[in-house]
């Protein structure tokens, strides 16, 4: 992941998160989330497989979804 300066790691785990949250009903692809945070989808990649290891979210097939 890219150095961010404090705090801006956690910032960016939220917004993932909140993108998770708004799509709960249907799950969110990564070049969705992407194109809604206008990120790279290599970057929402990364914040997603870190919120899986955490325990915040969840793939089943393309979709993610936020588990808490």
Excluded: P
Aim: glycine share 12%.
């Amino acid at each position: 992941m890219a150095r961010l300066f404090k705090g801006g790691q956690e910032r960016k785990s939220k917004q993932m998160q909140g993108v998770l949250r708004g799509n709960e009903a249907t799950g969110v692809t990564e070049s969705e989330a992407a194109d809604l945070l206008g990120w790279e989808r290599r970057t929402v990649n990364n914040y997603l497989r870190g919120l899986r290891n955490s325990g915040n979210a969840e793939k089943k097939a393309r979709a993610w979804f936020s588990r808490k």
